[in-house]
């Protein structure tokens, strides 16, 4: 399966609570929901269409734990998102969680990036990962990601846990496709390309 990361991301860089203003208050952040004014139609189709793709799901603790509250009560048993979020394997990155009750949900052990290796082998579509902002990084530092998602939101929240680390491993990307919503949402696919290249400007 290819590993796919989607990520809605403030133009400064947040990833901490797009969806509503108590998503994620963790470390006393305030300003969820930011993404929320800007999700229109558009941004809509798309997410509908990324998980048209999904055959399961990586997520880290924190993410599972928000998706767990939420989409269980969504009512249409056709719901192009909450139906494969609620019938598709999860799996799950968490050294203290022990009895899933949202399935079906299995919990890696200890050696996440082997795990990953070892479910990227599967057949299948797309292994998708969703939000889980602690767990992008060990899997951008072990080489497991094939591809990000970027749905940029025209807001700068100022604050909050951003998608990369101050310090993490430098990497190259190719940019794979683009689009822009009429609210501003800007839709970048980039696929990782190895070490970036370094430079020097030169004056004439």
Do not use: C
Not at 15 to 44: I, N, V, Y
Not at 99 to 116: K, S
């Amino acid at each position: 399966m290819k590993l796919t990361v989607t990520t809605f991301v403030s133009v400064d860089g947040v990833g901490q609570g797009p969806g509503g203003p108590d998503e994620d208050r963790r470390a006393g952040f305030s300003r969820g929901g930011w993404a929320m004014p800007h999700f229109d139609e558009a941004t809509g189709a798309y997410m509908v269409e990324v998980f048209g793709q999904v055959d399961a799901f990586l997520l880290g603790r924190r993410t599972y734990d928000i998706f767990a509250s939420a989409w269980p009560k969504a009512t249409d048993p056709n719901d192009p998102i909450a139906k494969p979020l609620s019938t598709l394997p999860k799996y799950v990155a968490s050294t203290t969680l022990t009895d899933p009750e949202w399935g079906p949900t299995t919990v890696l052990g200890d050696d996440v990036a082997a795990a990953v290796a070892e479910l990227k082998r599967k057949p299948g579509r797309e292994l998708q990962v969703h939000g889980s902002l602690a767990l992008v990084p060990t899997l951008l530092e072990h080489g497991l990601v094939d591809e990000h998602r970027l749905l940029i939101v025209p807001v700068i929240v100022g604050e909050g846990d951003r998608l990369f680390p101050q310090r993490g491993l430098d990497t190259g990307l190719t940019l794979v496709s683009t689009r822009t919503t009429d609210s501003g949402v800007a839709i970048h696919v980039y696929r990782p390309t190895g070490r970036p290249e370094y430079g020097t400007a030169e004056i004439e």
